[in-house]
Each structure stands twice: as C-alpha cells, then as structure tokens.
C-alpha cells in the first residue's frame, strides 16, 4: 500500500469484522482523494444492491473490488462511469460532485453537459468487448477522441499508436475486431479507454468472458499499465492473485456492504470476518 496510505485508530468496539462498517483509511491532510463515495446506496425497485458505502480512492490507487456475485461491486462501477445513479448519496470526483452540479450557489441535478464532462475523467473497461465491428481497429480506438475530445484525425491516431503499442497490439492497426482472438479485442477495449487520458480506469472483470488460455495475456496488460502508478485503478474481479499481485489495497464487500478491507497481505493472510474466511476458502 502506498506510505501515505494508513490505518486510523479506532476503539475495539467499532473494529469488530463483518458489520458492515467502512474501515477508515486516511492519508495526510495534503492529499485529497480522487474519488470519494459517500453514503451510498443504490435500488433496483425492491431490491436494495448498495445499502450504504463510503469509499474514497486516492490518486494513483489500485484498489480491488473482491465479493460473491450480487454484492454492488459491478454498481460501484457503473455509478462512476454515469451509468447508474445512486439512489442516495454522493460521488465527487477530484472533489467536484458527479451527479450534482452548481448553480447559482446551490447544488442541483447535474445536466448532461456536466456529466460528459465528469464522465471525461474516467474510463472503463467491461467484461464484454464493444467494439464496432465494422471499423478497423485504429478507427475503433480513435472515435472517441475525435468526437469527444476533438482531437484531429492525425492527433487521434498518434494517441491511438501509442496506446496499442503499449497493449501490444500496433501491428493490429488496420484489421477488424473478427479477425481477432478474444484477449485481442480486450486489449483494444484497454486501447480505446486509455487514449482518452482518464483520471480513473475501471476495470470490470474483464476476463470473465475469455477463454482460460487468454486470460494471462490480458492481465499482464492491466499490471503493466498499473504498474507506471499514473491512474487510480478501481479493479473489480473474481482474480484473487491478480489481486494480490497488483493492488494497493483490497476491498471485500457482501450483501451491499464493504465487510471488510485492507493490503493483500492483510486480506489474504489474515481474513477476520467469517464472511471473507469463507469466500476466500473457494479461491485459495
């Protein structure tokens, strides 16, 4: 975990693992984080998927999102990347409300040119591809910062060699995405969010739906983009060595709620709730 990055004290009688508190973590007073969740809870109809998390991920952070299936951590997400609005609560991003915006000295419903700018900040990469696969490989990856960011066609595709190149995949300019394997178009997904210079990537299980002989491949990108330290990472998967090798710190959450968090080594090693001492028995 990074230095800065440090347990706070708290009685004995607020520590005790798996109710569903949010352990406090604090950095020194000079650094803000670069994205803050506060008391969120999110519904689908009856159905409460969040019920209640304060998160904050500090720039430059890796964090992993681990949990059985159904417990938020794919929400989380999806909220940050304007997919998804909360049902209460608030997110800021670089202090700044995402869901909320000022006007005239008051905070108030967010218009949809404050949420494409806030949605500029950070990037996401899903389980599923989404590649358009009538456009070769270089157009799919400099869309985006041509319409949004209104970069020229040369500036685009400069950015864009650069990001394939880094993913391994610059002799894949002029091909389309059937001509290529499952990690290969996860890699163009990886491309096509990093060219848009995010503050923040996600990262949603993004090997759940590749073969098992592909997997690697695509998680040797992911650590050597983390490993450059630039962009907070928000890394939601079922990897748990992935995990350990590549977060700051993990974070544990059941039915809703952040049970439990901490270092790999704290998580791995020394799991204190009941909850994550069981699901860590399918992985370990």
Not at 4 to 30: A, F, H, V
Not at 146 to 154: A, D, F, I, P, Q
Request: with cysteine; net charge negative.
């Amino acid at each position: 975990m990074n230095a800065q990055l440090e347990r706070s004290i708290m009685p004995e009688e607020e520590k005790s693992p798996g109710d569903g508190r949010l352990i406090e973590l604090t950095r020194t007073s000079q650094t803000n984080p670069m994205v803050r969740y506060q008391s969120i809870q999110k519904s689908f109809g009856d159905l409460q998927v969040i019920k209640g998390i304060d998160l904050d991920i500090f720039p430059g952070e890796k964090i992993a999102l681990i949990g059985p299936s159904g417990s938020g951590k794919t929400t989380l997400g999806r909220m940050l990347m304007t997919l998804e609005e909360p049902s209460s609560g608030t997110i800021t991003i670089e202090d700044e409300p995402l869901w909320q915006m000022e006007l005239k000295g008051k905070l108030v419903r967010a218009n949809e040119k404050h949420l494409r700018k806030m949605r500029g900040k950070v990037g996401m990469v899903f389980q599923h591809f989404n590649l358009f696969p009538h456009l070769t490989v270089l157009c799919n990856v400099t869309m985006a910062p041509r319409s949004v960011l209104g970069l020229s066609k040369e500036e685009a595709e400069d950015r864009a060699v650069m990001m394939l190149r880094k993913v391994g995949l610059e002799q894949k300019l002029h091909v389309y995405p059937s001509q290529l394997s499952g990690g290969q178009k996860q890699r163009v997904a990886i491309a096509r969010a990093l060219v848009m210079q995010p503050k923040v990537m996600v990262f949603d299980e993004v090997t759940s739906a590749l073969d098992p002989e592909l997997v690697g491949e695509v998680l040797s990108v992911i650590k050597e983009i983390a490993l450059e330290g630039q962009m907070a990472m928000m890394l939601i998967t079922h990897e748990m060595e992935f995990a350990r090798e590549v977060a700051d710190r993990v974070i544990f959450g059941a039915e809703g709620l952040i049970v439990e968090q901490g270092t790999p080594e704290e998580l791995f090693r020394n799991p204190k709730s009941e909850r994550l001492q069981a699901f860590l028995q399918r992985f370990l």
